[in-house]
Each structure stands twice: as structure tokens, then as C-alpha cells.
């Protein structure tokens, strides 16, 4: 198998530490080895950071790039946002000669050098496609008994002509993934939009990232599913903090427990705590009675 940079992001080891020891847990099991990446920063964040000054942002991504570079292993993070980022700003200085010479101008103030020897992976992808359905069954040990909304967010997918890993618009990876772990993935309205989270919209305009929110959990619940699934910490918190946000300024309570993917699969692999009860919305992931893998 594979070695990794593990990059940790922000969100993740502040506020869901449970997505993490998920993540550890199912890397180790199915053979990959991450790196710690000492010394990392923000990714920083596509929306805001690269909006106010992008060469900013792109010499801070590609310092990060740069420390997986030095310890010689592609980088694999479990954040849509900071996949985004750092796959962008790889592509933009692997592509740009003119921008890469301006950026190591900036990064030789510090003693390094981008040189574009990486790739940036997100773990959906891995599990998606490198570790596949086809290769997941004999690493479960049981079988959920769940129905499942996928999220995808923002920036898993997209660009697509940049990432080319599954359609932007009707995308199907999540869901052929986790039918092997025998969840159901149930099919809700509108469910391409964003969480309300990205784009500094959180920050900045807390009541339109609610309304945003509000309305995904109104089409989930109607679907009748359990949980709600992520592959990025930043949509997992607007969707966790959300609803209890919601609750507290409007009354309004829905208690559909967000799960990361690397917690479900976790789970699926025989690991009880993955972190839910640390969560603003308590729940509990659940087994076929008697089904064993």
C-alpha cells in the first residue's frame, strides 16, 4: 500500500477529534501509513483567504506543499476545503512557470523551494476508487442497518475538468461505496447544494448559512434517512453546530446525527466509539441484528 502526508486541516483536530481517530483507525487497517506533516499551517481556506489575496494564499498552500514534498509522500486529507486549496494551488504552480517563479521568490525567504513533485488526494477518492467496493468487504465486520443522505459539498468534485473523479452534477462514488458497508443511501431534494458553510457565509452571514442548512435538513428528514454523510469537517459542522443553532434561535429541533465517512466506515470495521457522542447532535450508528461480514 500506500504512505500519505496526512494533513490535518483545522476543523478536524479543534473540534472533531473523532474524524481523525476514525481516520487513523481505518488507514491502519486497510495497510496505508500516514505522516504527521510537522510544522503545517491552514490550508488556507479557498473562499476566504484566496478572495482577499491570492498570492498570499498561494504561497501559504504551497509552503504546506513544499513540507509534504520534503518528506516525499503525496499529501491525503479528509477536507473538502482544504483538498480545494491544495490541489488548486498544485495544479496552479505545476502549470504556471510565471507564478511558481513569483511564489518560490516568497517561499526562498524562508529556505524552500517548490518543485511539483506531489499530488494531493482526498480520502473519498482513496476509499472510492484505489481501495474500491470491490476491495472493502473483507474489512467489515459488520453490516450497518442504516439509510443514509450523502453530502457531497462544494469542492469534493469540483472543478471536474481539474479533478476528473466523478460527475459534478450526478456524482454516484459515495453511494456505490457505502451500499458494501450495507447502508442505504436515500435519495433527497436538491441534494447538490451547498451546506451554508463555505464562502466566509458562516462567518459573515449566519442567518443565510442557517436558511441554507435549514432547507437540506427539511429534505433529508423527508427522505427518511438516519444520518447525514460528509466528507469534509467544515460542511460536518455547519450541519452538527447547525442544527443546534437552529434549536436554540428558532426552536426548531430535527436531531439527525452527521457522520464523516471515515467514521462510518470505522464503525463498519468494528470501531465503537468513532466520536459521536462528543458531537452537538448525539446518535448512534447501527448493525444489522445478527450480521455479521
Same mark, same amino acid.
Given at each position: 500500500?500506500?504512505?500519505?502526508?496526512?494533513?490535518?486541516?483545522?476543523?478536524?483536530?479543534?473540534?472533531?477529534?473523532?474524524?481523525?481517530?476514525?481516520?487513523?483507525?481505518?488507514?491502519?487497517?486497510?495497510?496505508?501509513?500516514?505522516?504527521?506533516?510537522?510544522?503545517?499551517?491552514?490550508?488556507?481556506?479557498?473562499?476566504?483567504?484566496?478572495?482577499?489575496?491570492?498570492?498570499?494564499?498561494?504561497?501559504?498552500?504551497?509552503?504546506?506543499?513544499?513540507?509534504?514534498?520534503?518528506?516525499?509522500?503525496?499529501?491525503?486529507?479528509?477536507?473538502?476545503?482544504?483538498?480545494?486549496?491544495?490541489?488548486?494551488?498544485?495544479?496552479?504552480?505545476?502549470?504556471?512557470?510565471?507564478?511558481?517563479?513569483?511564489?518560490?521568490?516568497?517561499?526562498?525567504?524562508?529556505g524552500l523551494e517548490y518543485r511539483g513533485t506531489i499530488r494531493v488526494r482526498h480520502i473519498a477518492e482513496i476509499l472510492g476508487y484505489e481501495v474500491g467496493?470491490?476491495?472493502?468487504?473483507?474489512?467489515?465486520?459488520?453490516?450497518?442497518?442504516?439509510?443514509?443522505?450523502?453530502?457531497?459539498?462544494?469542492?469534493?468534485?469540483?472543478?471536474?475538468?481539474?479533478?476528473?473523479?466523478?460527475?459534478?452534477?450526478?456524482p454516484s462514488i459515495l453511494e456505490n461505496f457505502i451500499r458494501e458497508l450495507g447502508a442505504t443511501p436515500v435519495p433527497y431534494r436538491d441534494a447538490m447544494?451547498?451546506?451554508?458553510?463555505?464562502?466566509?457565509?458562516?462567518? #459573515?452571514?449566519? %442567518? &443565510?448559512? *442557517? @436558511?441554507?442548512?435549514?432547507? $437540506?435538513?427539511?429534505?433529508?428528514?423527508?427522505? !427518511?434517512?438516519? +444520518?447525514?454523510?460528509?466528507?469534509?469537517?467544515?460542511?460536518?459542522?455547519?450541519?452538527?453546530?447547525?442544527?443546534?443553532?437552529?434549536?436554540?434561535?428558532?426552536?426548531?429541533?430535527?436531531?439527525?446525527?452527521?457522520?464523516?465517512?471515515?467514521?462510518?466506515?470505522?464503525?463498519?470495521? #468494528?470501531?465503537? %466509539? &468513532?466520536? *459521536? @457522542?462528543?458531537?452537538?447532535? $448525539?446518535?448512534?450508528?447501527?448493525?444489522?441484528? !445478527?450480521?455479521? +461480514?
Amino acid at each position: 500500500m500506500s504512505d500519505f502526508a496526512f494533513f490535518l486541516g483545522c476543523i478536524m483536530p479543534n473540534r472533531y477529534p473523532g474524524i481523525e481517530a476514525a481516520t487513523r483507525f481505518v488507514m491502519d487497517r486497510l495497510g496505508y501509513t500516514l505522516h504527521d506533516m510537522e510544522g503545517a499551517s491552514c490550508c488556507p481556506a479557498p473562499g476566504v483567504f484566496k478572495s482577499f489575496n491570492r498570492e498570499t494564499w498561494l504561497a501559504t498552500a504551497a509552503r504546506n506543499l513544499v513540507i509534504a514534498e520534503e518528506m516525499g509522500h503525496d499529501i491525503m486529507t479528509v477536507c473538502s476545503g482544504c483538498y480545494s486549496t491544495l490541489f488548486e494551488a498544485n495544479h496552479e504552480l505545476q502549470s504556471d512557470p510565471e507564478i511558481r517563479e513569483r511564489v518560490n521568490a516568497i517561499l526562498a525567504e524562508l529556505g524552500l523551494e517548490y518543485r511539483g513533485t506531489i499530488r494531493v488526494r482526498h480520502i473519498a477518492e482513496i476509499l472510492g476508487y484505489e481501495v474500491g467496493p470491490w476491495g472493502i468487504g473483507d474489512h467489515v465486520v459488520r453490516k450497518l442497518d442504516m439509510k443514509i443522505a450523502v453530502h457531497y459539498g462544494c469542492h469534493f468534485l469540483k472543478p471536474f475538468k481539474k479533478k476528473m473523479i466523478d460527475s459534478p452534477e450526478n456524482p454516484s462514488i459515495l453511494e456505490n461505496f457505502i451500499r458494501e458497508l450495507g447502508a442505504t443511501p436515500v435519495p433527497y431534494r436538491d441534494a447538490m447544494m451547498c451546506c451554508g458553510a463555505g464562502g466566509g457565509v458562516r462567518a #459573515g452571514e449566519s %442567518d &443565510v448559512a *442557517l @436558511d441554507m442548512t435549514r432547507e $437540506k435538513l427539511i429534505n433529508i428528514r423527508a427522505a !427518511g434517512a438516519d +444520518a447525514i454523510l460528509d466528507v469534509c469537517p467544515f460542511c460536518h459542522l455547519q450541519f452538527d453546530r447547525g442544527q443546534a443553532e437552529l434549536k436554540q434561535r428558532y426552536g426548531e429541533e430535527y436531531n439527525i446525527p452527521v457522520v464523516h465517512i471515515c467514521q462510518l466506515l470505522a464503525y463498519a470495521m #468494528g470501531k465503537d %466509539d &468513532v466520536g *459521536l @457522542d462528543a458531537q452537538a447532535v $448525539k446518535g448512534e450508528l447501527r448493525a444489522k441484528k !445478527g450480521v455479521m +461480514a
